[in-house]
């Protein structure tokens, strides 16, 4: 590992000292976490400052951890201008990735949620659980026979759609947190600019190359953000949005290591 440079040190640093006042002083994720942009709580300015709060110390200390890695030795040939221009690029691409897949999906509740208060019947609930709310479909599954059995009772036509609509409402109030998506971005440009270095990693016997550790990862990534992964709790289309931004600014700046010395 290289010494770490300026700007590497700052950003940690700052990531470190963030982290200390929204654990330990007062929360900043209700005001600087990215929301989900159709929630009323969205601001713009929350694509860069979601950088900078993570959700436990394991998560800031991986990601501090991938900065220190993979930062010093990017920093050393782009220079600390360039080295954090990459750095924000790829931290609001992951999170502009993320926002517009949330976007998408959270639309889709939405109208689902809007065709079910008009017409709100037992099929219409197992249909929106089974197709929006997946987790929820089990545990409400007495419920849901018991509307089946009494499917004009108000009582459980009511419950329905606060149901349908509670789930909406939780959907849009999940914020994003973190440095991933620029970690990932750092990760992507050291295995385009170095691909043939071998890595030594935590629980493989054997040196794997950049290209191949990079590659494997992303796939791993866009599998687990198709699958929808909630129960990992892992904002996978981030990730890939940080891989996918840093991989459209090294094709501009150029990917030769020459380009940068």
């Keep these: 590992m290289l010494a770490i440079t300026p700007t590497v040190r700052n950003l940690l640093i700052l990531n470190i000292l ?9 929360s900043l994720k209700g005001e600087f ?10 601001h713009i300015f929350q694509f860069v400052t979601y950088m900078f709060l993570h959700g436990g110390i394991g998560h800031l200390f991986s990601n501090m951890f991938g900065l220190i890695m993979f930062g010093p030795l990017l920093e050393r040939i782009w220079g600390p201008k360039r080295f954090l221009i990459f750095y924000f690029v790829t931290g609001i691409g992951a999170g502009l990735l993320f926002s517009g897949i949330g976007l998408y999906e959270n639309w889709q509740v939405a109208n689902a949620v809007e065709l079910f208060t008009q017409s709100p ?30 499917p004009t009772n108000s009582v459980y036509i009511q419950q329905s759609i606060k149901l349908v609509q509670g789930f909406y409402a939780w959907s849009i109030s999940i914020p994003m947190v973190g440095a991933s998506g620029a970690i990932f971005g750092i990760l992507m440009a050291f295995g385009l600019l170095f691909p043939n270095t071998e890595l030594f990693l935590l629980f493989v ?25 909630q129960s990992d709790n892992v904002a996978h289309f981030a990730h ?20 940068f010395y």
Aim: zero cysteines; charged letters at 15%.
């Design 33 to 42: 976490a990215l929301m989900p942009v159709m929630s009323p709580e969205f």
């Design 240 to 259: 890939i949005g940080g891989m996918l931004f840093a991989y459209i600014l090294l094709r501009y700046w150029g990917t030769q290591k020459s380009n």
């Design 121 to 150: 019947t037992p099929d219409g609930l197992a249909d929106f659980l089974s197709k929006h709310a997946e987790p929820l479909y089990e545990p409400n599954l007495d419920f849901l026979n018991s509307f089946e059995g009494n």
């Design 205 to 229: 016997p054997f040196p794997i190359k950049a290209k191949y550790f990079v590659a494997f990862y992303g796939l791993f990534e866009l599998y687990s953000g198709i699958q929808n992964a």
């Design 18 to 26: 963030f982290y200390f006042i929204d654990s330990s002083v007062f």
